[in-house]
């Protein structure tokens, strides 16, 4: 939703690095701030980081971040970074102990939904973390099995080149089907509806914004009596993407997970029983 503070001018304020004491250089003219920055290119060094609206632990989650995202910061303080996440602009705090100056660029990707990382090349070593789909990296090694990252492996065939993108983003979706809900999320241990949308898109190489009520803006309108698998529909605060023509597959409060449905079950719920009517049907071209 818009932020209404006179500084802000009426943008965005999810998507405007922009506060009454700094803001982003790039924004001189267009918002109202004491000075004005250049942004430090940051990358995420931890495997998840939420991104908060406020400093503070108990501010709720916007969104989250995975290892290797960029993040260009313009203000820190107390541990908190304050910037704007580069990959679909999200504006946020961030933990200061999470990130890293940004060196070399990452060359592989995470395609699976979940992959994990041991302390040697060995499966019968106990994994120490996770990483998740779209995870960024640059193995120092890439062997027959493994890939060294940081001192720690992974499983090679869980990675692929970071241009090599998955050639039917519907069926990267359902890869994360049963995976539980969780808001702000975009990992398979806690996803919602736009971060469903996000990521599998993403590995298609297609950039999608973060929040649904942003991603009506994906494709174009179609009628609502003609779906087709990949289509995306849309209410208040909801996004589902069509698996068939009579199929919906989306993450939801409603079963507190990643499930399929009849979509005239899913449309007689919302529409009917909490009165939120379909607000646009969004098909992207094809690839």
Known sequence: MADGSDFLRGADRRLTPARPDVAAAKLRGQVDAARFVDGTAMTVKAAIIPLRPAPDPQAGVDTVLLYGEDFDAYASADGWVWGQATRDGYVGYVPEAALALATAAPTHEVAVPTTHLYPKASIKTEPVAALWMTSRIAPTAIGDEFAEVGGLYLPAQHLVPVDETAPDWVAVAETFLHAPYVWGGKTAAGIDCSGLVQIALARAGIDAPRDSDMQRTLGEDVPADDLR?????????????????????????????????????TRKRIEGGLGLPLLTVRRLPKS
């Open 229 to 265: 698998c990949g289509d995306l529909l849309f209410w208040q605060g909801h996004v589902g993407i069509m698996a068939d023509a009579e199929t919906l597959l989306h993450a939801t409060a409603f079963s507190m997970q990643v499930m399929r449905e009849p979509v005239a079950v």
